[in-house]
């Protein structure tokens, strides 16, 4: 059974006191903490089998090869990949979205073609698209949200035409914490052979997923909020469209032979992992997901939705919190306002009382502005926090309500 004190233990940050008690960590959609055992494995490969990978004949870089790609087998395994050269190592989210947005644009976009993104999307899920909109003279349509923050599926049909060439939706809000239908629009847009990214930066830690079950053609996720380290990121993308894409960098490793004359690119995955990879990193994010998986993934995400349901109609029933984003489907986050008082303000008087939360437009500027604010509050929530955690979240925005006014 999950065994929280047992879980804590296991993450050395959550012992630290900041100020006066040990620290309320409730960023975790910026990014997670990090378990012993990845810290210490990360050191374990530095300090015993570092060497570069892929290259070597002698025995630390065949070494260091196995356990990247084993690395890339635990990832195929965790989400369910149908094999493991779909699986493709990235520094994190935003450089999966680039890397799609150039390549695939490079294969498939012209002028005129269209691709569609939500009004909810991390900038990482706009701007790249937005320079291939600009690269091919392509137009950059989005889909309308409602006040409750879900998205307006019923616009779909308006929005998504006939010069539509991808559609790229995030998992989970970064800042409501909405949980959009994939499934549905992935099988909208299949019907129309339209292929669909998932931005997963804030789903693949709190929803269960499997690729093959949700079909859907990229899936993008970043290491450091699913408790491995920084700088490590996936792309899992079909193997029908990652043929097809060319290199989105060139380099060592990405290729079979080169000439000045003509140079034949690699297979996949490699085509797509130009120069020394984060093989370290990659490592770790492996021995992250096992450790989840070990804990097991089924106990921690019934656990979190507790938390969650918990924690929001503990917030509900506070009458200066005004709650942005009120859909029905919900995970982790939660963004809201403190009546009169700015999300700045809140953030700082949090940060004395050991409260770790995050204030801002959170990388969603075209969101904001949709709901007519400059920012929000956002607690993000991760499965090594408390229902006492809540308790003293709450106690503590009493609290700066009461200073403030
Ligand atoms: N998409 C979403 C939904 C995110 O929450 C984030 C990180 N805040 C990103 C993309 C970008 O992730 P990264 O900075 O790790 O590349």
Redesign the pocket.
């Known amino acids: 059974m999950f065994d929280i004190q047992k879980v804590r233990n296991d993450f050395p940050l959550l012992q630290n006191t900041i100020y006066k008690r040990p620290v309320v960590y409730l960023d975790n ?2 990014t997670t903490q990090k378990p012993r055992i990845v810290i210490d494995n990360t050191a374990e490969y530095l300090s015993k089998y570092n060497s570069n990978i892929h290259r070597g004949v002698h025995y630390l870089s065949e070494k260091m090869t196995e356990a990247y790609e084993s690395a890339r087998q635990t990832v195929k395994n965790f989400i369910g990949a149908a094999h493991h050269h779909e699986i493709i190592f990235t520094s ?4 999966s979205i680039n890397l799609v947005a150039f390549s695939f644009g490079e294969a498939f976009v012209e002028a005129g073609d269209e691709i569609v993104v939500s009004q909810m999307e ?1 900038h ?2 706009i701007v790249p698209w937005q320079m291939l909109c600009e690269r091919k003279n392509a137009h950059l349509k989005v889909l309308p949200i409602t006040y409750t923050g879900e998205l307006n599926m019923t616009a779909l049909t308006s929005v998504v035409t006939n010069r539509t060439k991808l559609i790229a939706i ?1 998992h989970v ?2 800042s409501l914490g909405t949980i959009n239908p994939i499934k549905e629009m992935i099988q909208f847009a299949h019907a129309r052979s339209i292929p669909v990214l998932i ?1 997963g ?2 789903g693949i830690q709190h929803q269960p997923v499997n690729v093959q079950e949700l079909d859907c053609d990229f899936y993008v996720f ?1 290491g ?2 699913i408790y491995g380290p920084t700088g490590i ?1 996936v792309l899992y993308g079909k193997e029908k469209w990652l043929e097809k894409m060319p290199p989105y960098k060139g380099g060592g490793d990405m290729i079979k032979t080169v000439t000045f004359e003509k140079t034949i690119y690699n297979d996949l995955p490699f085509k797509f992992e130009a120069g020394t990879t984060n093989f370290i990193g990659a490592v770790g994010l492996a021995t992250a997901l096992r450790y989840l998986n070990d804990i097991g993934r089924a106990d921690i995400l019934k656990y979190e939705e507790e938390l969650y349901s918990y924690a929001l109609q503990k917030m509900q029933t506070i009458d200066y919190v005004r709650i942005i984003g009120t859909a029905e489907h919900k995970t982790s986050i939660i963004s809201f306002l403190l009546q009169n008082i700015h999300p700045f303000d809140t953030g700082m008087m949090l940060d004395k009382m050991d409260i770790a939360v995050r204030t801002g437009n959170h ?1 969603t500027q075209p969101l904001m502005k949709f709901f007519g604010i400059e920012g929000t509050v956002r607690v993000s929530f991760a499965f090594y926090n408390t229902i006492e955690e809540v308790d003293y979240l709450v106690e503590s925005l009493k609290k700066v309500k009461q200073l403030f006014s």
């Open positions: 959609a910026a994190g989210t935003t450089e991390h990482s899920n995030t809000s970064n931005d930066a804030q970043s450091h909020k990121g990388c």
